[in-house]
């Protein structure tokens, strides 16, 4: 009897510990391999927004044939100082409290609530007043996103790209360790004011065509943990007890039997 309980025993931590090939896969539901789908592509247009970091730079063409850079060593980042927050603080422009940054000679320019691109209109208006056939350059330095839970390297990271996948950031924190889940992956987004939040899975090829697909700035990526973490964490104390038990229950045994006789 107690070899039969103690052989159950080693086949539910077995079965417990057991993962399969699916649950490790990502988008497992894919068509067969020769097949072909399309997914659309929506790619959510970032809004400028207070705390932003922003690259700016304003050259045009001098009488002389020369091209200056009239934002040279203020809105550009020398060196290895664009991989750095401290470089940026340093020689980008920030959006203050009321949605402005603030160029030389340009002065004050309103851009919160502006995309990218309409932020480069804006700042190209206000440059054309003062210099002759400019060009303005315009781009999002403070995009950061974080990755935590059950990855192999959780952190925050620096993004240098217009895009950003949920795939990608996984990847950039070493992917999902082996008590990930791949079937819940919660992504929280501060927007507007207000904080949404998405469940996403990873192994289904619906998440292609997801509004969190694509990330934006400050975005959190978390990665659920398997409910088996919970069982291996208290394995050391459920063998501890098992092993207790058994003993306390072998000596019981062995005393009722020695009395007995």
Known sequence: MKLKF???????ILLNACTSQQKLAYLNNLPASGGEKVYTMDIPDYKIQFRDILYITIKAMMPDGIINDFLSGEGRLPGTYSQSESGQYLYGYDVD?????????LGPIKLAGSTLEQARQIIQKAADRHFNNSTV??????????VIGEVRSPG??????????????????GGINDYGRRDKLIVVRPVDGVTKTYTLNLQDKAILSSEAYFLLPNDVVIVEPESKKIFNLNLPTFSFILTTATSLLTTTLLLINYFGK
Not at 137 to 146: M, V, W, Y
Not at 156 to 173: D, P, Q, S
Request: hydrophobic share 50%.
């Open 156 to 173: 925050t990271y620096l993004n240098f790209n217009n895009y950003l996948t949920v795939l990608e950031a996984i990847g950039r924190a």
């Open 137 to 146: 350059e315009c781009k999002l330095l403070s995009f950061k996103f974080t």
């Open 97 to 105: 409290v009321n949605g402005e940054i603030l160029i030389p000679v």
């Open 6 to 12: 103690s052989l159950l025993l080693i086949l539910v």
